[in-house]
């Protein structure tokens, strides 16, 4: 008799909520420079993404999540569409600098990544399943239209259904108060939805955990 092999990976588990992570990204010139290692803050940026995806990925967990991507400079675009965590592309290139290098707009890239959330919200499926979004911004330093952006995220954060979140890619020793100003007064809550992140990991992990807070503190793995 012939026994049975074993199961490999973890059991996904069904859904019973739906969560979209809308990862904002800079794309701005300054990206290109070296970030705390022998890579640039862009490239560091591209394997904490590659990385987070891969991680949702195998989750047992990954039926209730589905992600985006949006680059910006002075202008956003849609990099990567709506796509289940089963299914999205964890070897994808997620550097944000192609067809960017500009200036930093954190209002145009907060207005598409909500153009994206509100969609994925809106056309729910009558199903009984709650489903909400996380707007996960990165960026390396201020925002050259700091008060329209302001003005906007006013507005922004009138819908309960949607969370926003932000990092700020930082050098070692460098201490920029605009950058951390702007991205602390989008967010939903300016302690718990902010952090200072320095190399792909730390901001891979505040990604991760961001996410898993906003859905109720669901374990990822």
Known sequence: MFEQPPVIGKVSVPRNFHQLGVLILDGSGSMGNLGNGNLTKADEVNIAVRDLLTRFKISRVKNN???????????????????????????????????????????????????????????APADGVKHSAVLLIMSDGECQYAQQTLQLVEQLKSNPQITISAALLNKLGENDVAGRQILRSVVTNPVLDFKDVYDAETLRSFFEKSMSRASGGITIG
Do not use: M
Not at 73 to 95: F, I, M, R
């Open 65 to 123: 999540f589905s992600f985006a991507v949006v680059t910006f400079d002075t202008q956003a675009k849609l990099h990567t569409p709506v796509t289940s965590a089963g299914t999205v592309d964890d070897n994808e290139d997620y550097n944000p600098l192609p067809g960017h290098g500009g200036g930093t707009n954190i209002g145009a890239a907060l207005q598409e990544g909500w153009r994206v959330a509100e969609s994925f919200i809106k056309s």
